[in-house]
């Protein structure tokens, strides 16, 4: 990689160079005097935390914001982005995080959407085949995308990127939605890209890759670029503190102490699809016991939402043994009648799910509570007792150490992290003898991720039975005592941690193994 | 080239609270350019249609008389709109309230005594609710839409009211006027002050109920219920909250207020039933909740700035001769400008001047052939 390196700076100009990039939100600086060179041929790394800053300056690159100052240029050139479609014709392509995707068309009519309106669509198709074999990216441009699995909408995403023949590939966060074996695959289709002489801006926070695949790095924290690095030269750690700011210590996880006594369990839930593209669940059968913590892993999108729901009682099943709550039959009971079982629950998304966004922290600790703590928050004629409500909400405040800029702020004026302390410690408060997580840190910092995960594995340790659904394998070797893993639909067996490896797991992920459903009724 | 509304990245609190205050002064602007434009002296029309109606007592008296409706409806309407409701069809709930109501005193005229005002305003809430109970079943069980239904149903009210008058509780000894008999004293409101006008105790009705409903939205649980289902039904249905519930609580709610708007109407200000008991209060209500900011205590001042214009539209008719329908236009504008002060504040207009086919918005834009045109 010396060799690429010398050889961008000896070969002419850059590619892209960006001198002091600014964007200013009211008062917030998302980007802040950013510089920026990519070489040819490189394959260049944004890194950074949730909120840093690296998505307001990919927009930027790409046209979708206009930068308040700064200098864009392109091969030597100062340039204005002013649309997505300019910095098409430049030979900027991008891969967004979040797919824009039609799923009830094919992949060839989702690729033609994006291309000139009089190229045919057997053309596209054939190109786009062409194209994705060539890549070891292989893509069925016949299929529709409600039936693809979300590495092959990727695909679809990168080969619609890839037909415009572009320079400069910008791909953001791509991994976070793919199996350990689906990110080695991509890998190499990258470094096959690099080999041809195209330059690659890679987006992530997962340090791991960006050493394993990056020639070089540059750093975002807080809308201010804080370094420049070879993230080859550089391990885990000396990266992650570039990006916090600070040491981040894992979680501890003290030695397991099931009871043995279950406090969930699930026993053959199945689910029938609740829309056109929402995934059936298959004959579930899960325990969880007193003392720990379980993990669910799995690709987005293989019905832990779903899942969710059944648990929750969101969704209500028609059989009432299908989930027994500390040994009572809860299936057909709603989420109240559950929590006051003493189970809670933390959906995956905060705003609108677990947050009314617009309502006062105070008034959203109600949303959760107002049943199971019913004589201290409710008074007679259903009067809702606000001093007891805002005592309750500035005792989770300080407990969960929740940063807010008023006394008692709407739900959507707290970042993400804040907001997901406080859901959690909102539960966590009432001490629930069941805690259901979804997603528990997913676009959290890295400091308050740290200190959730923390107080879910003291939650367990103290005789509680926590279940955790999670995209992060990191997150869940870290606080699982056993991971089970979720694919379409179905659930594998739990695998306990010493046995747990991260093969395995991507493995399971990646749909390997079916048939084991039935094993895990006899362990439970 | 096409217009664009750009959500806000903040709202100014200042301009939010002003909003109505706006709206009112952009109504008044419209409504002199309206009166020039129709060759009268817009300030002198203007005159006559908002102050010369507040300066004698017994005008303040029918001031009471028209607001009261209009504030008992938009209240039970706030409930139903915070909840996010649409209960299009309180005109419909005012006239079966009303019709209800007057069964006693209309059928039983022989029934008299004090139970009779107390059992009428009860049948007035019963017969708001039970109509309005219809497009929150039609809604619950076959998803229609509730703001095509409860919109349909005033027009089965209107003539379900027009048949009955005309035909089988058309008064015996009225010589076939289409109206019913005269309610016996029993069966009338009371005049609040009745050396002064005729305002009745339908104003009281209107402000005890802006407060009670106020206590409900803002200090109950059931408030609390109503805001979250409303603002993030997700979120409600996380607390455990029932939609299906809810739809029937604010539709059952608003359509009561409104039946007890409809029998305080035909028991105080007109004594009988005619073929037409409201100049479209259930219509003009839905200004008056959002023109109060869906704010039970707003409305209350919402409530009297529409009566004047009823007043206005009868003062400026008899004094400078135009239509009385210059009242509906000015309650359109109010509207209007009340809905476009709102969006502004949360939006800003943005003009695009060429269409770009191929950003990465094509996909979406693609979605929505009718866009493409500009």
Not at chain 1, 45 to 64: C, D, H, P, Q, W
Not at chain 1, 249 to 269: H, Y
Not at chain 2, 332 to 347: A, E, N, R, S
Request: glycine share 10%; charged share 20%.
């Amino acid at each position: 990689m010396v060799f690429v390196q010398s050889s961008a700076e000896t070969a002419g100009p850059n590619l892209l160079e960006v001198r002091g990039l600014t964007k200013i939100f009211g008062t917030l600086k998302a980007c802040d005097g950013v510089d920026l060179t990519i070489a040819k041929g490189e394959i260049h790394a944004l890194l950074g935390e949730n909120g840093a800053g690296k998505s307001t300056l990919v927009k930027m690159l790409f046209g979708s914001l206009e930068p308040n100052d700064g200098v864009i240029s392109w091969n030597g050139e100062p340039v204005t982005i002013a649309s997505p479609s300019m910095a098409k014709k430049l030979g900027i392509g991008m891969v967004f995080q979040h797919f824009s995707l039609f799923e009830a068309l094919t992949a060839a009519e989702n690729i033609a959407l994006s291309l000139q309106a009089d190229t045919p669509l057997s053309t596209i198709s054939a190109k786009a085949r062409a194209l994705s074999y060539s890549y070891g990216l292989p893509l069925d441009p016949e299929a529709l995308v409600g039936d693809l699995s979300v590495g092959e909408r990727q695909r679809i995403e990168i080969i619609r990127c890839l037909l415009q023949t572009p320079d400069l590939i910008i791909l953001d966060e791509p991994t976070s939605v793919l199996t350990p074996q689906e990110a080695d695959k991509l890998f190499e289709t990258l470094e096959r890209l690099r080999a041809e002489g195209k330059s690659i801006l890679y987006i992530s926070h997962r340090l791991d890759e960006v050493r394993r695949l990056c020639d070089r790095a540059t750093i975002m924290r807080h809308g201010k670029v804080v370094g420049h690095c070879d993230p080859r030269q550089e391990t885990p750690s000396s990266l992650a503190r570039m990006m916090v700011g600070s040491e981040v210590k894992n979680a501890e996880r003290p030695p397991s102490a099931a009871s043995g006594e279950e406090i969930l369990g699930i026993c053959g839930l199945s689910r029938k699809p609740a829309g056109p593209f929402s995934m059936p669940l298959k004959n579930i059968w899960l325990s969880v016991r007193a003392g720990e913590v379980l993990g669910i892993a799995g690709v987005a999108g293989n019905g832990q939402g779903e899942f969710f729901e059944a648990v929750s009682g969101e969704a209500r099943q028609e059989a009432g043994d299908a989930i027994r709550i500390r040994g009572q039959q809860a299936g057909r009971l709603g989420i109240s009648a559950r929590r006051l079982l003493g189970a809670a629950f933390v959906p995956e998304e905060r705003l609108g799910h677990g947050a009314a966004p617009r309502m006062k922290l105070s008034e959203n600790l109600l949303l959760s509570r107002h049943r199971t703590d019913r004589k201290a928050f409710i008074g007679t004629g259903g009067f809702v007792k606000s001093g007891a409500i805002q005592s309750a909400a500035q005792r989770i405040i300080k407990a969960m150490d929740v940063r807010k800029s008023a006394p008692d702020p709407e739900a959507a004026a707290l970042s993400g992290g804040n907001l997901q302390k406080f859901i959690i410690g909102r539960e966590l408060d009432r001490q629930p003898a069941l805690m259901v997580v979804n997603q528990p840190t997913w676009g959290v910092d890295a400091g308050a991720a740290a200190r959730i995960r923390q107080a879910l594995i003291e939650l367990a340790r103290g005789g509680s039975a926590v279940l955790v659904i999670s995209q992060d394998l990191d997150e869940l070797f870290e606080m699982s005592d056993a991971i089970a893993v979720m694919h379409n639909g179905e659930l594998s067996k739990p695998i306990p941690i010493a046995e747990a490896t991260l093969e395995k797991i991507g493995l399971l992920m990646g749909g390997a193994e079916p048939g084991h459903v039935h094993v895990s009724a006899e362990t439970a | 080239m096409r217009l664009e509304l750009v959500k806000r990245p903040q709202q100014s609190t200042l301009f939010a609270a002003i909003s109505p205050l706006i709206a009112l002064g952009l109504t008044l602007v419209a409504g002199a350019i309206v009166f020039a434009m129709l060759g009268e002296n817009p300030f002198e029309a203007l005159y006559y249609y908002f102050v010369d109606p507040l300066r004698e007592l017994w005008s303040l008296h029918e001031l009471a008389i028209k607001a009261a409706p209009l504030i008992i409806i938009a209240v039970g309407l706030s409930v139903c709109y915070l909840s996010n409701n649409w209960n299009i069809g309180a005109e419909g709930q005012f006239i079966m309230g009303g019709i209800l109501g007057s069964m006693l005193p209309v059928l039983f005229p022989t029934f008299q005594g004090p139970l009779v005002l107390p059992l009428m305003l009860l049948m007035g809430l019963i017969g708001g609710a039970a109509y309005a109970a219809i497009p929150a079943i039609l809604k619950t069980r076959f998803n229609t839409n509730e703001i095509l239904t409860s919109l349909m149903l005033v027009y089965v009210a209107q003539f379900f009211l027009d048949w009955l008058v005309r035909g089988p509780w058309r008064n015996p000894e009225g010589n076939n006027f289409p109206e019913t008999r005269r309610f016996h004293p029993d069966a009338v409101l009371p005049e609040l002050f009745p050396a002064d006008g005729r305002a009745n105790l339908g104003i009281v009705f209107a402000i005890v109920a802006a407060i009670l409903v106020w206590l409900l939205v803002s200090r109950t649980l059931k408030g609390f219920e109503v805001r979250v289902l409303g603002a993030s039904p997700r979120a409600g249905r996380f607390a455990g909250f029932g939609t299906t519930k809810m739809v029937f609580f604010a539709f059952m709610l608003s359509g009561a207020l409104a039946g007890l708007a409809g029998i305080s109407e035909v028991s105080g200000a007109i004594g009988q039933l005619r073929p037409t008991i409201s100049p479209g209060y259930g219509f003009a209500a839905i200004i008056v909740a959002f023109l109060g900011r869906l704010n039970p205590l707003g409305i209350i001042a919402a409530g009297f700035v529409l009566a004047l214009t009823y007043l206005g539209g009868e003062a400026a008719q008899i004094s400078i001769g135009v239509s009385d329908k210059v009242a509906r236009v000015f309650q359109g504008m109010l509207l209007f400008f009340v809905l476009g002060c709102d969006t502004l504040i949360h939006y800003r207009i943005r003009l695009v001047r060429s269409a770009l086919k191929s950003d990465a918005a094509a996909v979406a834009k693609a979605a929505e052939p009718a866009s493409e045109g500009a």
